[in-house]
């Protein structure tokens, strides 16, 4: 190498992140000098092999180029959460892939090395070789294979050799976009627009905030346990004077693109003259918090703590591959179904960022340490608050409030990052271990944050009994189960009927400019 001269914004090293090899060269600096370094080791703790990474960008522009993505209107973030679900399986020579007429999961399959033989239907000939860089089961990519239903081969396929193949179910495709519809069509809006304002029956007030009121409603003449919803009504003289205008037209945005049994779903939106409404499903168990915090203890057995944290943490990753940060998670905005699940509520600072956001925004005990410094934030911060609710719910308080510390004393501590576990605590080392991970000041250090994503909070120890399948498919007994009367019940929420009340006859009436701006609604 001949000697060269370094200034602000170059950069040296880079081969030691590559490989391991021994420095090449010697730097020297000739005056006072600020660097910032990157090690390999965090490098691979943060992004992942570089091998890896580019095996990723490999898969993703091969799985673009597959006719069943044409129509797609697939986010690029998305395909690359796609890719990074690939699982590898190796297949010996002999060994059958696929047999014809035999049931099996629609799959994609990518061969990464190796040779593969389709066979005739008669299994005697071949018909053509699958080689390193080819793919198959295209033809099983398809909406009227949703649901995890299985399809029965079409072809046998065998390992001529030693071969791997990284493998995408469409099952796996189907949890990352949604809805398999959109292969075939643009993004969905998935509300139910047949269900009609007029249609709806008022009950009684589930709640009231700063803006409107929630109702239980059901729709007219049907007896239906499914056409009984929560219709929240939010006025729009109160949006504008708090300027919540943009921020109530992303939520529904957001809403009506998401499909997942632990999120709050959004079924219909209406207007008129004075309000916003949204019909949304109902959900009966009341909040998390009542759960976690009752008359006679504060938090749950840890057994507990682990189904209604997984819940969480599957609703979080949901939003996460969609670029979605939550940025409000805690007890109250977490409701428990009719059959004991979380559900995540309230979607008012939810927002789509592809890389970080700057606002300040959320419940002070829940925030993580960026978000208070203004540093910028990613998923990150959600992670960080699932730790901070992790702890609650097996503590039974939140790890950095004290009795008598006001906010910026609550900041000061959160922005530290200490916390301990009080002695009377019964939290196992395994759980320890997951929310330390968790409540990690640098926001690239934090467990869900890491190459592994999602999937390094999910395979942690703590969790190695959780069948995350089977969760989602709500095949567990919650470890409580609201008792409910009928699909009307709202015993666990609050008496609210003394706010019902009318229109205040002085509000003044929005401009045509002002109701322009809820056009989008």
């Known amino acids: 190498y001949d000697d060269q001269a370094l200034g602000a914004g170059d950069y040296f090293g880079e081969r030691a992140i590559v490989t391991e090899e021994p420095r090449v060269a010697n730097i020297t600096a000739t005056e006072e000098t600020v660097c910032l370094c990157l090690s390999r080791d965090l490098f691979l703790k943060v992004l992942g092999d570089l091998s890896g990474l580019v095996m990723k960008s490999q898969d993703k522009r091969k799985i673009r180029a597959i006719p069943a993505f044409d129509k797609a209107d697939i986010k690029d973030y998305e395909f690359d959460t796609i890719v990074g679900l690939i699982e590898d399986i190796t297949f010996e020579a002999g060994e059958e892939v696929s047999v014809a007429g035999v049931e099996a999961r629609p799959c994609i399959g990518l061969v990464r090395e190796g040779k593969l033989a389709v066979k005739s239907k008669d299994g005697k000939t071949t018909e053509k070789n699958i080689t390193t860089g080819g793919y198959f089961g295209e033809d099983t990519i398809s909406p009227a294979n949703k649901g995890g239903k299985t399809v029965e081969a079409t072809r046998t396929i065998v390992a001529e050799e030693k071969t791997v193949i990284g493998t995408i179910t469409l099952a796996t495709i189907e949890s990352v976009i949604g809805s398999l519809d959109r292969l075939e069509t643009k993004t969905l809006d998935l509300r139910d627009t047949s269900i009609k304002m007029s249609d709806l029956k008022k009950h009684r007030i589930l709640g009231v905030g700063t803006f409107g009121q929630v109702w239980l409603v059901s729709k007219k003449g049907s007896k239906s346990d499914d056409d009984v919803y929560a219709l929240k009504i939010q006025v729009k003289r109160e949006l504008l004077n708090h300027q919540q205008v943009d921020g109530v037209l992303r939520e529904k945005n957001i809403m009506a693109t998401i499909d997942h049994p632990f999120i709050i779903k959004l079924v219909n939106t209406y207007q ?96 993580a340490p960026e978000v208070i410094l203004s540093r910028g934030h990613d998923k990150g911060a959600d992670y960080w608050s699932w730790g901070v609710l992790l ?91 609201p008792k409910l009367k009928n699909a009307l019940d709202s015993s666990n929420f609050d008496n609210w009927d003394h706010m019902a009340k009318d229109a205040d006859p002085k509000e003044k009436k929005l401009s045509k400019k002002e109701q322009e701006m809820f056009n989008t609604f």
Request: include cysteine; charged fraction near 25%; aromatic fraction near 12%.
């Open 391 to 481: 702890y609650e719910m097996i503590i039974g308080q939140t790890p950095f409030y004290e009795h008598g510390l006001d906010q910026i004393g609550l900041f000061k501590r959160i922005v530290k990052g200490k916390f301990t576990y009080p002695p009377f605590a019964s939290a196992s080392e395994d759980v320890q271990e997951l929310i330390n991970g968790c409540l990690v000041i640098r926001s690239s250090d934090r467990l869900g944050n890491l190459a592994g994503g999602d999937r390094d909070l999910k395979t942690h120890n703590w969790y190695n009994k959780m069948d995350w399948t089977r969760l989602v498919e709500k095949g567990y007994k919650a470890p409580w189960v």
């Open 272 to 367: 008129d003259d004075r309000s916003l409404y949204m019909l949304l499903r109902l959900v009966q168990g009341g909040e998390l918090f009542s759960v976690l915090h009752t008359d006679t203890r504060d938090g749950v057995s840890e057994k507990a703590a682990m189904f209604y944290s997984a819940g969480i943490l599957e609703g979080l990753s949901y939003m996460h591959r969609r670029n979605i940060l939550y940025r409000d998670l805690k007890p109250e905005n977490v409701l428990i179904d009719a059959k004991g699940y979380t559900v995540i509520v309230d979607l008012g600072f939810a927002k789509v960022v592809p890389d970080k956001t700057y606002t300040l925004c959320g419940t002070p005990l829940y925030l």
